[in-house]
């Protein structure tokens, strides 16, 4: 009887150890600068904050901070919970290629601990969605289903052709929706909520085309189906000239109609374009190489810049 009391006492001890082994491996490396690398806010922060403050000025309520900041951080944690789920869904692949960016992919930390940053990054994103109603709860559950969805490899709508880009279509679209549709009116059309959604719809879809257009080759090579993969660099080249060029008759339309201050679309414009020059004639033998990497440090610098000004103005 002692000896099966101690064998259930042992049993019992290495299924403890067992589990302290467990939590220290999944925390393993885990710490600010992977969760940062994890999250890429450089991609998207000040991109969604802008996106707020339009739906915020669309329902006139643009100088409520609290509604800005609360809804602007649910989005940017949805995100965070998205990139971090890319990161440990991708590992393996990355592993391969030998991803710089992956630092699953790198060992430096555990793929665990991506999905553990992925589902405190979420759980963070609800809480603050709640607090704004039911309606800005229900469409960050929707942007949160849906990237997930986008990256899961059983399901991994980022391999399919065309349903790629109507994913980013509908989450930059869904990103303005949750301020646009915070206030207690719930649900509008009105106010031009409905060009300004497409707007941020085409913004979202034209990044990544022009992503996969620079990617192209390096997709060809790893036998990677994107749209652009499967439509050919020719074809696409010129579906992004004609989303560029809806894109900037929306946007000239929303200023005409006093909806967009002009001058805060000026220095989008004027500081994107700044930033990107300056990589290229900074860096000329790597011109392509430079501007691409600028691009996301100029949008975003671009963004801060005109919601400075949209509230400067406004």
């Not at 849906?146 to 790629?164: E, G, H, I, S, V």
């Not at 390096?218 to 439509?231: F, G, H, P, Q």
Request: aromatic letters at 12%; proline letters at 3%; one cysteine or more.
């Amino acid at each position: 009887m002692m000896g099966y009391q101690i064998t259930k006492s042992q049993v019992s001890v290495d299924k403890e150890k067992k589990f302290v082994r467990e939590n220290l491996q999944l925390l393993k490396g885990l710490n600010i600068s992977t969760i940062l690398s994890l999250a890429r806010l450089h991609v998207y922060v000040p991109i969604c904050f802008f996106s707020t403050t339009v739906g915020l000025d669309v329902t006139n309520r643009l100088h409520e901070l609290a509604s800005l900041f609360i809804i602007g951080l649910a989005n940017t944690f949805a995100l965070i919970a998205t990139f971090a789920f890319n990161d440990a869904e991708d590992a393996p692949d990355d592993m391969l290629a030998r991803s710089p960016k992956n630092v699953i992919a790198l060992g430096r930390v555990s793929k665990g601990a991506g999905y553990l940053v992925a589902a405190v990054a979420a759980a963070i994103s609800i809480s603050l969605a709640i607090i704004e109603g039911i309606t800005v709860c229900l469409i960050i559950l929707a942007i949160l289903i849906t990237t997930f969805l986008y990256f899961w490899r059983r399901f991994r709508m980022k391999a399919m052709p065309f349903w790629d880009t109507f994913v980013h279509a509908v989450t930059g679209g869904l990103i303005f929706l949750s301020s646009a549709w915070s206030s207690q009116e719930g649900i509008i059309w009105g106010n031009q909520v409905l060009p300004i959604c497409l707007i941020f719809s085409l913004g979202t879809m034209l990044a990544l085309l022009v992503h996969g257009l620079y990617e192209y080759e390096d997709d060809m090579n790893a036998n990677v189906r994107t749209t652009v993969v499967v439509l050919g660099k020719r074809i696409s080249f010129w579906i992004v000239v004609g989303i560029f060029s809806l894109l900037t008759g929306l946007i000239i339309n929303e200023c005409y109609s006093g909806v967009f201050p002009l001058i805060s679309i000026i220095s989008f414009f004027i500081v994107v374009g700044t930033l990107i020059l300056l990589s290229i004639m900074l860096f000329p033998k790597k011109a392509i190489y430079m501007s691409k990497r600028m691009v996301p440090w100029a949008v975003n610098s671009g963004a801060i810049s005109t919601i400075i000004v949209w509230y400067l103005v406004k």
